[in-house]
Every structure is written in structure tokens, then in C-alpha cells.
């Protein structure tokens, strides 16, 4: 499916449900309840750019929310603390330079820890590359960086992002049912955007890893064309997948506030 398409689809399911001014009625009432960690993509950008939030303020929440929850969870293979308040800190003074660079400019997200991020530990779930560290971001990654958003760190997979775990690894627990399945290879990626520690991440797909949607409808997966087949669009370039292990992988992006973010943001959001 064409990325017009795919944007003309989503716009079709939605214009029907509401008007802009609803939804932005509806959204200010939300928004007194819904704590900060889940806050619409949407909303938080619009806040951040109008300087009601600052990155910082965000990025601390998000990286005391994981501190508090992640060692049960384990949905975080590395967590990036000093880099992300310091991109946090870098986008807080360009917003207020006036600088603002769009939609994910200062939104915390965290990464499947498959994609190469330079200086930082890239290992796949495989023992042999626990001491792996790239020297460069993967494709998707580095776009993502360039539209200012803040790492907060890389998410654990199954062994090689297959369907196994290394029994020296951290194996992410589903947040509703610590007794139930978090998914596949993905299931960090799916854990930490369903939990609130992080309002976004990359994860991978070639068999299924991300069809499950961890049980949590409100998790949109924007996935590009598939090994076997699956329909999509070619978001991003998979250079900076670690070499062999996916078969190609599918890039993608799971997101809150989904249908919203679709049907108005598409070409912003593009990686």
C-alpha cells in the first residue's frame, strides 16, 4: 500500500468520528486525568512547542517512571540517562530559540536493541555481542535523532530476535499480567510503549513479533512490507540492523494516540 493510501485510509476512518474542534475539546478534558507518561503524542508535542512542558521536565519523568518500574518489567536492555538528558537539555534550548523541529522534537523513545546506536551497546540478545559497541546509528535511528527526539535507551528481544531468550538476558514481562506473554522478539519494544516508559520505540518484524499488539489496543504498529508477505510501506532503510538477523526485519514504529497520529501526522512521522 502506497503511503497515500495509507494516509487516505486512516483520514476515512476517522473524519466521520469527529471534528478537529471536538477532538481538542475532548482532548483538554482528557488531559486533566491522564498522567504524563501517558499523554498523547500529539498533546505532549503541542505542549513542548508551546513550552507548557519542557523536554527535561518530560525526560526526567520518563527516566524515574523506568527506575521505578523497569526492574520488574525489564523491558530496557540499556537506559541512556546522562545522553537523553542531554539531548532533553539540547532540545529545550532550541525550542526556546525558537528552533522547533517538529512533531518529536524533545519526545523520549527508546529503541529495539537490534538497531545499531553509536557509543552505546548494541547486542541483539546474543552473548556473543554483550561487549558490541557500533560506531554509527542505524538508518532509522539517525532520522529519528535528526527530528530531535531524546533516547532513552535500547529494549530487550529474544535471543538473536527470534523466538527464544538467552537465559543470561532480561526477559520483558507483559505489564497487565506479569504471568502472560509479552510477545516475541519485540516484546521490550511493546512492553516499554505500553507501560508509559517512553512514548514511542522502534521494534522489528518478520515472522509476527509485533502482531500480538501485547494486549494493549492503543498500540498502532506502522510496519513496512514483510518477509512473508505482510502488506505495509517501506518507512526507512533497514542499514544498522545487526547484520544477519533479520531476514530482512520490517521497521516500524509503535505508537500512542494512534489513529489520531495517522490520519494527521503521517508525513511527520516518517522515518
Sequence with gaps: MSRRRLLAAALTATASQRSVGGQLARDAALSKTTPLHYMGLLELAERLRNRELSPVEVTNAQLARIASLDQKLMAFETVTAKRAMAQA??????????RYLGLLHGIPVAVKDLFFTNGIPTGGGLKVYANHVPTFDATALARLLKAGVVLLGKLSLAEGAGGGYHRDFRVARNPWAADRWPGVSSSGSGVATAAGLGYASLATDTGGSTQPRWANPSLLV?????????????FSSRTGLMSGLHLPADSLCLLKDAQRILAENLSNIVI
Aim: glycine share 26%.
Design 222 to 234: 506502522i510496519q513496512g512490507p514483510g518477509e512473508f508477505g505482510n502488506p505495509g510501506v517501506q
Design 89 to 98: 537539555k539540547l532540545g529545550e534550548r532550541e525550542i526556546k530559540a525558537g
